[in-house]
């Protein structure tokens, strides 16, 4: 597509349901990946797809937290007994290449989610 | 660690206006360095970038300069519009390694 899609854009979850947030990269991206942005605060890097391989999964805060990207396209993270401190935006981007290094980014719009 | 610290915001001022947004780093070696843009109800766009000391990014009347030396990338622009209100974030990056680090980021609001 012409850009990164994500879906849902507003998710509201009681407190322990489980989420489940979809990004659909550029066609053809190499690179996918989640970042977590709390109110006012700059996103903060989750987890990294070369393709369908999962290269860094550092930032994701707990084991609640999980993405895949099975085929090397839609990526989908997913969240465990949502907390009330895992509200937050949640943007997905993908590059073409796989060099790295911050070049190329196209961020989608967001998924915002609230836990209540 | 590295990490990123933007200057506090919200920032308002008036249409034409200059413009100066301070960001610093702290990185080890020498990181790509970032300035993106968030406008309302869109997702982050790149705004520009510089690579190496003494770099200079620009794009659409913002400028920022990379300074080693005072490990700073802030941005300028020398004459704001109202179109120009948007979150701007400065990040950094290292070649090889996949993600940014960004700052808090920084509210702009231009008033007519």
């Known amino acids: 597509g012409a850009g990164v899609s994500q879906s849902p854009r507003y998710k509201v979850a009681k407190r322990g349901q489980d989420v489940a947030l979809r990004c659909d990269p550029i066609?053809?991206?190499?690179?996918l990946f989640w970042y977590q942005q709390a109110l006012g605060q700059g996103p903060e890097f989750l987890t990294y797809?070369?393709?369908?391989?999962?290269?860094?999964k550092s930032g994701l805060p707990s084991d609640r937290f999980f993405a895949e990207r099975p085929e090397g396209s839609v990526s989908t993270l997913k969240i465990q007994r949502t907390q009330k401190e895992d509200s937050a935006v949640y943007l997905c981007a993908s590059t073409p290449t796989t060099g790295g290094g911050g070049y190329g980014y196209t961020f989608g719009s967001g998924t915002r989610l609230t836990v209540v | 660690g590295n990490s990123v610290t933007q200057m506090e915001g919200p920032v308002t001022l008036s249409e034409e206006a200059f413009l100066t947004i301070n960001c610093t780093y702290t990185a080890t070696g020498y990181p790509s360095l970032f300035w993106y843009v968030q406008y309302p109800g869109e997702g982050l766009q790149l705004l520009l970038k510089a690579t190496k000391a003494d770099d200079k990014g620009s794009n659409k009347g913002f400028e920022a300069t990379y300074r080693k030396e005072t490990t700073s990338f802030h941005l300028e622009k020398g004459s704001v519009q109202v179109s120009d209100s948007a979150v701007y974030f400065c990040?950094?990056?290292?070649?090889?390694?996949?993600?940014?680090?960004f700052g808090q980021g920084t509210r702009l609001t231009i008033n007519p």
């Open positions: 066609s053809g991206h190499v690179s």
């Open positions: 990040a950094l990056s290292f070649q090889g390694a996949q993600k940014l680090v």
């Open positions: 797809f070369q393709n369908e391989a999962q290269l860094d």
